[in-house]
C-alpha cells in the first residue's frame, strides 16, 4: 500500500498553513487578548469562505465531503498556528455528528458554530460564542439553542479554549439520536486533538530552532551547544513517531481496532507535545517564561488539549483492553488481518 500523502493532501494542509501562517501571528492572538475578544471575526469569515467548516459535510449538503485524514491534516495546521476559533472541534467532531442525525448542515456550513459537550469532557469548549450545542441525556444527543441553556464559565489555562459548565433541561424537540453517535463523536474528537498536539508541538521545535540560531553566548549560536541540540533533537524524533500514528488512525474505517489506534495516536500526540513545549522554554530560557514570545501560548494550549477528549489515563486503558483481548497467538499490537485470521482459525 502507498501510505504517502496524496497531492491534493498536501496542497490542502499548504493552503490552509498558510492562510494561518498570515492571518494568525503571535501579534495577532495578543491582540485579541488585550480587546478581551474570543475570536477574530475577519479571520473566521476568511475560513468559511475557503470552505473549511465543511471539510467532512457531504458533498449533496453543500460540504466537501472529505475524509479524516484531510481534516487530521487542518487540525495539525491549526495547532500550528495556535488558532483561537474552534474550525477544529466544529468542522471535525460537530459536522459530521448532525450530518449522521441527518440534521440540515446549511447554518453549520455557512459560519454558525456549533459545541460539542460529550459526556468524557467535565465541560463545553467554546459555549459562549456558540449557536448551539450538542449535549448528552444519558446515551441521547441533544442539539439545544444556546439561549436555552445557562453557561458558568469554568477557569482554563488556555485562555482561547474557554470552558463552561452547561445548566439545561433535555426534552424530545431538542432529541437528535442516541447510541454510537457518541461514541463516533469521541473517536473523531480525541484525533482531532491529537492533530493539533502534533501541530502544537512541531511549532515548538520550529520556534526554538529559530530562537537558538540567533541568540549568542560565549561568542556562538547557543543552537550550536550539546544541550540545546539534544532537547530539540528528542522533540522531534518524538513529533516523528506521532505523525503516522496520527495518519494511519485517521485512515481507518470505524472499528475496535481503530480506536485503540486513535488512542494510541493522543498518547503519541501527547508526549510529543509535552516533550517540546516543555524543550522550547528552556530553549528560550528566561524569555521562555515572558509574555513577550509565543512559545506560551503552545504551551497552554498542549496542555489543555492533552486531558481533553480523553485523558492519558483514559487512552492508555483503551490501548490496554485492546492489547491484552487479543486472541492467543496474535500480534499483540495493531495487526488487523493477523487477528482477523486467527478469529477465522478459531470459528
Known amino acids: 500500500m502507498d501510505f504517502r500523502l496524496s497531492d491534493e493532501q498536501q496542497m490542502l494542509a499548504e493552503m490552509v498553513g498558510q492562510m494561518l501562517a498570515e492571518t494568525c501571528t503571535g501579534a495577532d492572538l495578543r491582540r485579541l487578548l488585550d480587546g478581551g475578544e474570543p475570536r477574530d471575526a475577519a479571520r473566521w469569515e476568511q475560513i468559511v469562505a475557503l470552505g473549511l467548516p465543511g471539510t467532512m459535510a457531504p458533498e ?5 465531503g472529505l475524509g479524516a485524514v484531510e481534516m487530521a491534516l487542518i487540525a495539525t495546521a491549526c495547532g500550528y498556528a495556535a488558532l483561537p476559533e474552534p474550525l477544529v472541534e466544529h468542522a471535525g467532531v460537530a459536522v459530521p455528528l448532525l450530518a449522521a ?21 467535565p ?31 469554568q477557569p482554563s489555562i488556555d485562555p482561547f479554549r474557554r470552558l463552561f459548565r452547561v445548566e439545561w433541561a433535555a426534552s424530545p424537540q431538542t432529541r437528535i439520536g442516541v447510541g454510537a453517535l457518541w461514541q463516533e463523536t469521541l473517536d473523531r474528537g480525541a ?34 551547544f550539546q544541550a540545546v541540540k539534544h532537547h ?6 518524538k513529533i516523528e513517531f506521532a505523525r503516522p500514528v496520527i495518519l494511519a ?9 481503530a ?15 509535552e516533550t517540546a513545549t516543555h524543550a522550547a522554554v528552556q530553549v528560550h ?48 499490537t495493531f495487526d488487523a488481518g493477523q487477528i482477523e485470521e486467527i478469529h477465522r482459525e478459531a470459528a
Open 60 to 64: 449533496t449538503a453543500g460540504g466537501s
Open 249 to 257: 488512525a485517521a485512515a481507518m474505517p470505524p472499528s475496535p481496532l
Open 232 to 237: 530539540l533533537a528528542n522533540a522531534q524524533v
Open 285 to 332: 530560557g528566561a524569555m521562555g517564561y515572558s509574555w513577550e514570545v509565543d512559545v506560551h501560548f503552545l504551551l497552554k494550549r498542549s496542555l489543555a488539549l492533552a486531558q481533553a477528549w480523553g485523558t492519558p489515563a483514559f487512552h492508555r486503558a483503551r490501548v490496554a483492553e485492546h492489547v491484552l483481548s487479543a486472541p492467543l497467538g496474535a500480534d499483540r
Open 259 to 273: 480506536r485503540a489506534r486513535i488512542s494510541h495516536a493522543k498518547l503519541a500526540a501527547t508526549a510529543a507535545a
Open 191 to 224: 484525533l482531532s486533538a491529537a492533530a493539533q498536539l502534533l501541530g502544537l508541538a512541531q511549532r515548538s521545535v520550529d520556534l526554538s530552532v529559530a530562537y537558538a540560531s540567533d541568540r549568542q553566548q560565549f561568542g556562538k549560536p547557543i543552537g550550536s
Open 101 to 121: 442525525a441527518g440534521i440540515d448542515l446549511g447554518p453549520a456550513l455557512s459560519g454558525s458554530t456549533v459545541a460539542v459537550g460529550h459526556p468524557v469532557n
Open 123 to 153: 465541560f463545553v469548549a467554546d459555549a459562549d460564542t456558540a449557536d448551539a450545542l450538542l449535549l448528552a441525556d444519558r446515551d441521547a444527543v441533544h442539539l439545544v439553542p444556546r439561549e436555552q441553556v445557562t453557561l458558568v464559565h
